[in-house]
């Protein structure tokens, strides 16, 4: 199996909710051309096809290194998630109610 020609990357500059480096468990990283998960082999993500299902992905065969411990990469991952859950609002915006406008007969009279 042959790299695609990119340069190597670095799990450290991913986001961390674009790896899988949970203890016990092969490394997973998601594609970075279509977003599919993937296993490592031998430092590349494994072959696979893009959305025609004909070619193969140019982020096939990508060389990634792995530089985090999974406890860094889960501290990591529990940080983005308190940053994310700081962004959303927890008050509900009420708008006001626009005025009811008066009824048809009503506006004849007048």
């Known amino acids: 199996m042959r790299h695609n020609g990119r ?3 670095l799990v450290s500059t991913l986001p961390p909710n ?6 016990g468990e092969r490394p997973q990283v998601a594609c970075p051309d279509c977003g599919r ?3 490592l082999r031998r430092g590349m993500l494994v072959p ?3 959305e025609d299902g004909v070619s193969r ?3 096939s065969a ?3 290194v792995i530089d985090l411990t999974p406890a860094e990469w889960q501290a990591r991952l ?5 940053h994310a859950g700081q962004r959303r609002s927890m008050r509900v915006q009420r708008k006001p109610q626009p005025p009811v406008p008066p009824p048809v007969f009503r506006m004849r009279a007048a």
Do not use: D, N
């Open 18 to 23: 674009q790896v899988s480096l949970y203890p």
């Open 78 to 82: 529990r940080e983005a998630a308190r």
């Open 57 to 59: 992905c140019p982020g």
């Open 7 to 9: 340069p190597v990357v």
């Open 37 to 39: 998960w993937r296993f």
């Open 48 to 50: 696979h096809r893009a």
């Open 62 to 64: 990508q060389r990634v």
